[in-house]
C-alpha cells in the first residue's frame, strides 16, 4: 500500500535555529515528491517538486531534498513568519494518475 | 492571477439539510480534485475530474456525496443528507492535466454539521 510518513509531529524552533522535516514514502514508481506549506484558515500552498533521487530545490529559506526513500525539507535560520504545516505528498500508483497521497503534516512553530 | 476560488469559506447547518460546496478552479487547468481535510485523517482525495468528466470517485466516503463538473470553470460537491461526522474542511484543487503536476488549493470550505 501507498504510503507517506511525515516526522516530526510538531517542531517547535527558535529564530534562527536551523533543523530539518523528514517525509518518508513507500510507493512503486515515484513520479514525483510535491511539498506544501499550509497556514492556519487556509489551503495547502505548494512549494516544491522533485523528481529524482539527488535532486534539490531551494526557496527563500527552505531547501528540499530526494532520495529513493525519504525527502527533507532544511529550514536554515527560521523566522516566525516561517511557522506553519509543511505536508509532503505523491501520486499514487496504479491508480489514477490525480490521486496524491498526503502524509499527515509537520506543525513547525518558530519562536522570536 | 485567481488561484482556486471555493465558496463558501463557512457553512453550518443541521443534520439532514442538503450541503452545496463550489469552487471555480484555476483558468487553463484541466483537472479539478476534491478532497476533505480532519485531524484525524489529514488530507484525503474524495474525486477528480479531467476536462470536466469524473476520473476517479473511489474516495467519496458514501452516496450521501455527489460531485458535479458541468464546465470547465464550475465544480459542485453535494452532501444529501448531512450528517455530523461530515463536518471537516473541504478542499477545492486544481492543475494542469498530467500526474506530475502540482495541485493548487483553494481556501476550503470549513463545514459544521449540527
Known amino acids: 500500500e501507498d504510503q507517506v510518513t511525515q516526522s516530526p509531529e510538531a517542531l517547535r524552533l527558535q529564530e534562527g535555529e536551523s533543523s530539518s522535516l523528514n517525509c518518508s514514502y513507500t510507493v512503486s514508481g515515484l513520479r514525483g515528491l510535491f511539498w506544501y506549506r499550509q497556514d492556519p484558515g487556509k489551503g495547502p500552498e505548494f512549494l516544491f517538486t522533485?523528481?529524482?533521487a539527488g535532486e534539490e530545490k531551494e526557496k527563500e529559506r527552505l531547501k528540499a531534498t530526494l532520495t529513493k526513500k525519504e525527502s527533507f525539507l532544511h529550514i536554515t535560520a527560521p523566522k516566525p513568519e516561517d511557522s506553519a504545516t509543511y505536508l509532503c505528498?505523491?501520486?499514487?500508483?496504479?491508480?489514477?494518475?490525480?490521486?496524491?497521497?498526503f502524509g499527515k503534516g509537520t506543525k513547525l512553530s518558530v519562536k522570536p | 492571477d485567481a488561484g482556486v476560488i471555493q465558496s463558501p469559506r463557512h457553512e453550518v447547518t443541521e443534520m439532514g439539510q442538503e450541503v452545496t460546496l463550489r469552487c471555480k478552479p484555476i483558468?487553463?487547468?484541466?483537472?479539478l480534485f476534491w478532497y476533505r481535510q480532519t485531524m484525524m485523517r489529514g488530507l484525503e482525495l474524495l474525486i477528480y475530474?479531467?476536462?470536466?468528466?469524473?476520473?476517479?470517485d473511489s474516495g467519496m466516503p458514501e452516496d450521501r456525496f455527489s460531485a458535479k463538473m458541468p464546465n470547465a470553470s464550475f465544480s459542485t460537491l453535494k452532501i444529501q443528507p448531512s450528517e455530523p461526522r461530515d463536518s471537516a474542511v473541504y478542499f477545492c484543487?486544481?492543475?494542469?492535466?498530467?500526474?506530475?503536476?502540482?495541485?493548487?488549493f483553494g481556501d476550503g470550505t470549513r463545514l459544521s454539521i449540527l
Open positions: 475530474f479531467n476536462n470536466n468528466v469524473p476520473i476517479d
Open positions: 484543487a486544481s492543475s494542469l492535466p498530467g500526474g506530475s503536476q502540482p495541485q493548487h
Open positions: 522533485l523528481y529524482s
Open positions: 483558468s487553463g487547468h484541466n483537472s
Open positions: 505528498a505523491v501520486p499514487g500508483y496504479g491508480g489514477s494518475q490525480g490521486n496524491l497521497i
